[in-house]
């Protein structure tokens, strides 16, 4: 079974810039999570859907970020402009439901923001 | 709100040694907890899930445990090796389903 693809695995970028990462879940999992990890801190969670609702987006910067998941399987999540502080991996995660144990991380998208 | 936190930031041991690694949390009120492993430049790999209603979790050489009532859960593992160098997180889910994140243990397994 393949596992959660993520791409590009690196970008680098000038503030103000914009940016954006992909992610393609578990085939058949309905929930799709992205969370940010800045370095020496542990992933927070950014946005969560459930197919392609969202369930929980209260720690979205939504004045730059903006995240998507038309059809239920693939996501895209957006930086623009981009800050500074963005620097950080950019983890996706899926899990079959919310309710389910287990989430299955991707490798992550190392963004550096010059 | 849930706070999760890890201590310590940073371990060195010597191959062979055993050693602890710390979770603690300020709501007890948790769905689960489960320790990953994260090398550098990849994602998180699943050790040990224990439910709200466990105590603890055996796998190979490592053993978690949960204390939900005093807020803390250990990382034992057994023997270490230089292979088991990686970053430890800690997360607990909350009843929303919400995975809350500790910053992370850094381990170093001398040979």
């Known amino acids: 079974e393949a596992g959660v693809a993520q791409s590009p695995r690196y970008k680098i970028i000038e503030k103000r810039q914009s940016v954006a990462f992909w992610c393609n879940p578990i085939s058949g999992h309905a929930t799709l999570y992205w969370y940010q990890q800045i370095l020496g801190q542990g992933p927070k969670l950014l946005i969560q859907f459930q197919n392609n609702g969202v369930v929980d987006d209260s720690q979205l910067p939504k004045d730059r970020f903006s995240a998507e998941r038309l059809k239920g399987v693939d996501s895209t999540l957006k930086i623009q402009p981009a800050k500074l502080e963005d620097s950080a991996v950019y983890l996706c995660?899926?899990?079959?439901?919310?309710?389910?144990?287990?989430?299955?991380f991707g490798p992550g998208t190392r963004l550096t923001v010059l | 709100k849930q706070e999760v936190t890890q201590i310590p930031a940073a371990l060195s041991v010597p191959e062979g040694e055993n050693l602890v690694l710390n979770c603690s949390f300020t709501?007890?009120?948790?769905?689960?907890l489960q320790w990953f492993r994260q090398d550098p430049g990849k994602g998180l790999t699943s050790l040990l899930l224990i439910q709200s209603s466990q105590r603890e979790q055996t796998s190979g050489r490592l053993n978690a445990s949960l204390d939900k009532s005093s807020g803390r859960s250990t990382l034992y593992i057994a023997a270490s090796q230089p292979g088991d160098s990686a970053t430890y997180l800690c997360a607990v889910k909350s009843n929303t389903g919400k995975l809350i994140f500790g910053q992370g243990t850094t381990l170093q397994v001398k040979p």
């Open positions: 709501d007890s009120a948790i769905y689960n």
């Open positions: 995660a899926s899990s079959p439901d919310v309710s389910y144990n287990e989430q299955f």
